[in-house]
């Protein structure tokens, strides 16, 4: 069934909600799309909490992973979501920018409203985040009563695609994957092996310490990445936004899953060539040489 209503992240905008057993589709131009289960729709969500919660639904929507808000999320919310830095916001919203550009020039209009779309947690910093990018010449904005009509500059651009040219000439390679105690045989024996043969350095964000928010730094070492290491198997949420953000940013990635949970992954990335595995030798062994088919050995320097 088919209804529109209030988005229940940010209570202004009317919804499409299409209503799908003990879950709800959301669909909105604010909060991006999401999944709510019915328990969860009727719950007061923390306001504290509400927007970290929208701009992380949105950036998952724009990222082709929607997020999936269910009680058990809610409780672990506020250690899952990004609470990042006014400085990275502004890094963010560029980009964001950037990936919604499709010419040079383009004009795209943000409404106010619609602030998690840049990262923002209401009308007033979405101002500040387009005014501060527009007086540091990243960006041309003109401004009227429902939003702002933005492009980018030329060293909008520059400052964009160094960005991401440190990660495209990089030699490590960003691993997506379940961090679970079954999964870690396959990276140890099995991913990390193949990675090092191709001639590039396999990195998980445990990897190493850090004193970041452990999505943000998510993130930044995708940027830094040449290419993404998804393995679905078990299906977990982050490494579908890890990968989504990944092609966001035209990333390369190389999908794996174990064999008897192919029928499982997701109907938006089932369309992708997965390699499937038996074990971690056999997963070794197929992964060195589709790397090095698709992404090729590093530049010898």
Same mark, same amino acid.
């Given at each position: ?9 940010? *209570? ?6 299409? $209503? ?25 969500f ?64 943000? +409404? ?27 960006? +041309?904005?003109?401004d009227?009563?429902?939003? +702002?009509a ?8 520059? *400052?964009?695609? $160094? $960005?991401?040219q ?16 079954d999964? *870690? ?14 001639g ?58 174990? #064999? ?27 992964? #060195? ?10 530049h010898?320097?």
């Open positions: 069934m088919d209804y529109t209503q209030l988005c229940v992240l940010c *209570k202004i905008e009317q919804a499409s909600v299409n $209503s799908r057993g003990d879950w709800f589709d959301v669909s909105c131009l604010g909060c991006g799309q999401f999944q709510v289960s019915g328990t969860a729709a009727h719950l007061e923390p306001s504290g909490l509400l927007p970290r919660l929208r701009c992380w639904a949105r950036a998952q929507s724009d990222e082709g992973a929607p997020l999936e808000i269910t009680s058990e999320f809610l409780d672990n919310a506020d250690a899952q979501i990004p609470n990042p830095s006014v400085s990275d916001k502004l890094e963010f919203a560029l980009a964001s920018l950037a990936r919604n550009t499709k010419l040079g020039g383009q004009t795209i209009f943000i +409404h106010s409203q619609h602030y998690p779309r840049l990262w923002a947690y209401s009308v007033d910093e979405l101002n500040y985040l387009v005014h501060t990018l527009h007086e540091q010449g990243l960006i +041309h904005s003109t009227n009563f429902a939003g +702002h933005c492009y980018l500059t030329a060293n909008g651009w520059a *400052k964009v695609e $160094s $960005s991401l440190a990660g495209a000439n990089s030699d490590q390679a960003f691993v997506a994957m379940a961090f679970s105690q999964m *870690k045989a396959i990276f140890d024996q099995g991913i990390a092996p193949a990675v090092r043969a191709a590039y350095r396999p990195h998980r964000v445990d990897s190493a310490p850090h004193v970041e928010r452990i999505d943000w730094k998510i993130i930044s070492d995708i940027r830094a990445s040449r290419f993404v290491v998804a393995d679905v198997t078990t299906h977990r949420n982050g490494v579908y936004f890890e990968a989504g953000y990944a092609l966001g940013i035209d990333r390369k990635v190389i999908w794996t899953v174990h #064999e008897d949970d192919l029928a499982n992954a997701h109907f938006d990335t089932r369309q992708f060539v997965h390699i499937q595995w038996k074990t971690a030798e056999d997963l070794r062994e197929q992964l #060195e040489r589709v790397i090095v088919g698709v992404i090729g050995r590093p010898i320097r």
